[in-house]
Nanobody, 120 residues
Framework: QVQVVESGGGLVQPGGSLRLSCVAS????????MGWYRQAPGKQRDLVAT????????HYADSVKGRFTISRDNAKNTVYLQMNNLKPEDTAVYYC?????????????WGQGTQVTVSS
């Protein structure tokens, strides 16, 4: 089995910062792309940021460019999302997606999500 676990969510005031972490563990042999997505109540799950295997290429949603930074530590099978200057519209459940290969196959693995609430 492969486990993907997010952490770091919480309640923060507008203008504040949070750092999300996501660790992949278990029967995972290789990790390729990693990414963060978010889903607000009543809305679809949207891409926030992605990062390639070597970390050389990142992609961000227009709404978070200049405020969020994605990074990864391949030695720890971990991806991070540094979120600065948070806005109320950033409130959502944030999910981590890992494109990984286990001993059985290669597919996308999702975490259970971590809640981020931006409110005064």
């Amino acid at each position: 089995q492969v486990q993907v676990v997010e952490s770091g969510g919480g309640l923060v005031q507008p203008g504040g910062s949070l750092r999300l972490s996501c660790v992949a563990s278990g029967s995972i042999i290789s990790i390729y792309g990693m990414g963060w997505y978010r889903q607000a109540p009543g809305k679809q799950r949207d891409l926030v940021a992605t990062i390639t295997t070597g970390g050389a290429t990142n992609h961000y949603a227009d709404s978070v460019k200049g405020r969020f930074t994605i990074s990864r530590d391949n030695a720890k099978n971990t991806v991070y999302l540094q979120m600065n200057n948070l806005k109320p519209e950033d409130t959502a459940v944030y999910y981590c997606k890992v494109d990984g290969r286990s001993i059985w196959d290669r597919k996308d693995y999702w975490g259970q999500g971590t809640q981020v609430t931006v409110s005064s």
